[in-house]
């Protein structure tokens, strides 16, 4: 199974950006969708954004027209960007691949936290 690591979490004030990466160990074609969920404290996981084989993105309502999600043309980095953040999005933000065959991967999670 592929491993995932992300990276570029960190504290911003409001209105501020980032931009999260998600690194595979290995390039791969055999891919479905990859996208990004996110946890804000003391709540359920919840989806972000989405990615599919073709490159088409979708994504959740709280997030439409300020987050975008990309990958490289190897498939091996998944990238988040992140502008407008409100402390609302603050959580741990997990990325996620699905193979078309077999379980999904998981990354061990990045914290963004927006606070002035």
């Known amino acids: 199974q592929v491993q995932l690591v992300e990276s570029g979490g960190g504290l911003v004030q409001p209105g501020g950006s980032l931009r999260l990466s998600c690194a595979a160990s290995?390039?791969?074609?055999?891919?479905?969708?990859m996208g990004w969920y996110r946890q804000p404290p003391g709540k359920e996981r919840e989806w972000v954004a989405s990615?599919?084989?073709?490159?088409?993105?979708t994504y959740a309502a709280s997030v439409l027209g300020r987050f975008t999600t990309s990958r490289d043309s190897a498939n091996k980095i998944l990238y988040l960007e992140m502008n407008s953040l409100k402390p609302e999005d603050t959580a741990a933000y997990y990325c996620?691949?699905?193979?078309?065959?077999?379980?999904?991967?998981w990354g061990q999670g990045t914290q963004v936290t927006v606070s002035s």
């Open positions: 996620f691949r699905t193979p078309l065959n077999g379980p999904p991967s």
């Open positions: 290995r390039s791969d074609d055999n891919i479905n969708a």
């Open positions: 990615i599919t084989r073709g490159g088409r993105a």
